[in-house]
């Protein structure tokens, strides 16, 4: 009898620490807050023309996440893939890459790679080269746009007839009321940082132009980018928009949070799939 007295209090006590278990690392909810599932999202994904996957750098869940869309999205069919983190003129090197001609060692040598290559976006862009799909390198390079927010739109004017080719159309189509673009200059005071939403919007024209570039019928385009450029249907989806409202899109986006099980407001609208990832979550860099 004291046996099973001891057992039942054991049991009893363990009951809390056993419930505190579930220990998810993500969640998905859709653009109202509602919770989804990673099948849900994927269905909805499928129909779409382009996707917008916006990522926290340093994250590994949304990278993880990244390799699983495009992996399961590309079952069967083919893709285009795209990203943020390589420069337009790095697209040589970088299809050197995919048809075997250079190896790991040569395209760390000729592109510029970010420093968390290795482990965040290499396995995408080795997943294109299994596949035999396109990797286009989309974003201007970083030259040009710390010029842009230095000089504003003039510094683009005297780049060459090559370098232009690595930038989209000049002019560039700009509208400073973009809520995201006033909210950078609220951040700097409005003193002097005029120019900054300037060399943002340079960058997410640039990569929009280079997404309709590659975008080819029937496939799929999936593209890599920082959150804030494509949060709240702005920024490259506002170009992409803008020369191709005919296609079908979807944005995904990162936030943090302590508590998983409801979106919080701040949050809501900002994509049409929302990637909460536990805050606790220990950054790669």
Do not use: C
Request: charged share 20%; no cysteine.
């Amino acid at each position: 009898m004291r046996h099973f007295v001891f057992l039942l209090l054991v049991l009893l006590t363990a009951q809390p620490l056993l419930a505190q278990k579930d220990k998810p690392a993500y969640q998905l909810f859709t653009a109202n807050g509602k919770k989804t599932s990673y099948g849900k999202m994927m269905k909805t994904l499928s129909g779409k023309d382009i996707i917008l996957f916006g990522e926290y750098h340093n994250n590994a869940i949304a990278h993880w996440l990244q390799l699983e869309v495009t992996r399961d999205l590309g079952v069967n069919r083919q893709l285009v893939l795209g990203a943020e983190m390589f420069e337009a003129d790095n697209q040589e090197p970088l299809d050197r890459y995919l048809a075997g001609e250079i190896d790991a060692k040569g395209l760390d040598t000729l592109a510029r790679l970010w420093s968390n290559y290795k482990t965040d976006y290499a396995p995408l862009v080795n997943l294109a080269k299994e596949r035999g799909w396109p990797f286009i390198a989309t974003n201007i390079p970083r030259r040009f746009a710390s010029g842009v927010a230095q000089e504003g739109w003039p510094a683009l004017d005297s780049l060459s007839e090559l370098e232009k080719t690595w930038v989209a159309p000049l002019p560039i189509p700009y509208d400073p009321e973009l809520p995201g673009y006033k909210g950078m200059i609220e951040m700097m005071g409005g003193h002097g940082g005029e120019t900054f939403p300037m060399a943002q919007a340079s960058k997410d024209a640039t990569m929009g132009h280079f997404i309709l570039n590659g975008f080819q019928a029937g496939k799929p385009f999936i593209h890599y980018n920082g959150a804030y450029h494509s949060d709240n249907y702005e920024g490259i989806l506002w170009y992409l928009q803008r020369e191709r409202p005919d296609l079908r899109y979807a944005t995904i986006t990162t936030v943090t949070q302590a508590d998983l099980s409801r979106l919080d407001k701040e949050h809501l609208n900002r994509a049409d799939f929302i990637l909460v990832v536990d805050e606790d979550m220990t950054p790669t860099y």
